[in-house]
């Protein structure tokens, strides 16, 4: 698996990382413990060294599962979690919370779960208006000083944010939304974080699944699947946009790779520094992401993808509009 580095903080992890949430969270039953572990190490077998937790997965069973599947490899691998929720702090479920009281409370609990005595990158995982966000990259800052966390990273934030927290404590890497089909973070983001030598990792970088091709205008996600109320994942918006899916097949057909490869390998290729971390339950599909490390796009290549995908509207939100209401804009 080929490294790359995070921006200019010298943080360096493999080129495709691994998002565990899925494992736990977000997309129906949780896997069991055997086979969630069964599939993180697979991961590290081949090559990842970045991993993606955070503790509002379950809750805490997300951080729980990656402590224990990489307690033997600690050394070799690297570990990111988010801290920003008040699942912990006796306030509502999935409210805001980033007080950097609570921010300590919840790394602590974090580093015991994890296992480790260090956290190598801390995200704060949405932001909190109730709190500057100074306050926010101060007390991380202190974290770091104490030798309890190594890096500082964003989630979800906008240039405006990302400028002031950078200026207290160096932000190491920005996790967003940002695929083939979310393309927003080409307009603003992307420009800052080059600017501010700032990573990119890419959450969903396969559109929680719908570009990988396997999921029709008519499948039914399981209970509990957050697709379920996505807008973007109606059947109408599903059979709207099979159109984009189509157009990535002859892509991915032409250069004799899967849907999903051409979907990494493309955010790869925009810039050196981003970092996609798709998740799944499956080995089978581990094998089939990895992979798209090895495939190289030609200017040409890339040129033809853009052509083809300007020419095709995405349907549908990405998120509710409860969900919008915690990205900051």
Same mark, same amino acid.
């Given at each position: 698996?080929?490294?790359?580095?995070?921006?200019?903080?010298?943080?360096?992890?493999?080129?495709?990382?691994?998002?565990?949430?899925?494992?736990?969270?977000?997309?129906?039953?949780?896997?069991?413990?055997?086979?969630?572990?069964?599939?993180?190490?697979?991961? +590290?077998?081949?090559?990842?060294?970045?991993?993606?937790?955070?503790?509002? @997965?379950?809750?805490?069973?997300?951080?729980?599962?990656?402590?224990?599947?990489?307690?033997?490899?600690?050394?070799?691998?690297?570990?990111?979690?988010?801290?920003?929720?008040?699942?912990?702090?006796?306030?509502?479920?999935?409210?805001?919370?980033? $007080?950097?009281?609570?921010?300590?409370?919840?790394?602590?609990?974090?580093?015991?779960?994890?296992?480790?005595? +260090?956290?190598?990158?801390? @995200?704060?995982? $949405?932001?909190?208006?109730?709190?500057?966000?100074?306050?926010?990259?101060?007390?991380?800052?202190?974290?770091?000083?104490?030798?309890?966390?190594? @890096?500082?990273?964003?989630?979800?934030?906008?240039?405006?944010?990302?400028?002031?927290?950078?200026? +207290?404590?160096?932000?190491?890497?920005?996790?967003?939304?940002?695929?083939?089909?979310? $393309?927003?973070?080409?307009?603003?983001?992307?420009?800052?974080?080059?600017?501010?030598?700032?990573?990119?990792?890419?959450?969903?970088?396969?559109?929680?699944?719908?570009?990988?091709?396997?999921?029709?205008?008519?499948?039914?996600?399981?209970?509990?699947?957050?697709?379920?109320?996505?807008?973007?994942?109606?059947?109408? !918006?599903?059979?709207?946009?099979?159109?984009?899916?189509?157009?990535?097949?002859?892509?991915?057909?032409?250069?004799?790779?899967?849907?999903?490869?051409? !979907?990494?390998?493309?955010?790869?290729? $925009?810039?050196?520094?981003?970092?996609?971390?798709?998740?799944?339950?499956?080995?089978?599909?581990?094998?089939?992401?990895?992979?798209?490390?090895?495939?190289?796009?030609?200017?040409?290549?890339?040129?033809?993808?853009?052509?083809?995908?300007?020419?095709?509207?995405?349907?549908?939100?990405?998120?509710?509009?409860?969900?919008?209401?915690?990205?900051?804009?």
């Amino acid at each position: 698996m080929q490294k790359r580095k995070l921006g200019h903080s010298g943080l360096e992890v493999s080129a495709i990382g691994y998002g565990c949430m899925g494992l736990s969270h977000g997309y129906g039953p949780a896997a069991d413990t055997k086979d969630g572990v069964k599939v993180i190490r697979a991961a +590290v077998d081949r090559g990842v060294t970045f991993f993606d937790t955070a503790e509002v @997965y379950g809750p805490f069973t997300n951080e729980e599962l990656l402590g224990e599947a990489l307690a033997p490899v600690r050394d070799k691998v690297i570990i990111a979690t988010k801290f920003g929720f008040g699942v912990s702090s006796g306030t509502p479920a999935r409210a805001l919370d980033s $007080r950097p009281e609570h921010i300590r409370a919840v790394t602590e609990a974090s580093l015991k779960r994890l296992k480790t005595d +260090v956290v190598d990158l801390l @995200y704060q995982h $949405r932001v909190d208006p109730e709190v500057p966000i100074e306050d926010v990259a101060g007390e991380v800052k202190t974290l770091i000083a104490e030798g309890k966390v190594k @890096y500082f990273g964003l989630s979800e934030a906008s240039v405006k944010t990302i400028r002031r927290a950078h200026a +207290v404590q160096p932000v190491t890497a920005l996790q967003s939304e940002y695929s083939l089909w979310w $393309r927003e973070p080409e307009a603003e983001i992307l420009p800052a974080l080059e600017e501010l030598g700032i990573g990119f990792v890419p959450f969903s970088p396969l559109g929680r699944g719908f570009l990988t091709g396997a999921i029709t205008a008519t499948e039914e996600f399981a209970s509990g699947d957050i697709r379920n109320t996505i807008p973007r994942f109606s059947a109408e !918006a599903r059979e709207a946009n099979q159109a984009l899916i189509d157009a990535l097949g002859g892509i991915a057909e032409a250069k004799g790779a899967t849907k999903a490869q051409i !979907a990494l390998a493309w955010l790869l290729a $925009r810039k050196p520094w981003i970092v996609p971390i798709p998740g799944t339950t499956k080995l089978s599909r581990l094998e089939e992401n990895l992979g798209a490390a090895e495939i190289t796009l030609t200017t040409s290549d890339l040129a033809q993808i853009e052509a083809t995908l300007a020419a095709i509207p995405v349907e549908g939100a990405r998120y509710t509009e409860q969900m919008m209401r915690m990205v900051d804009r």
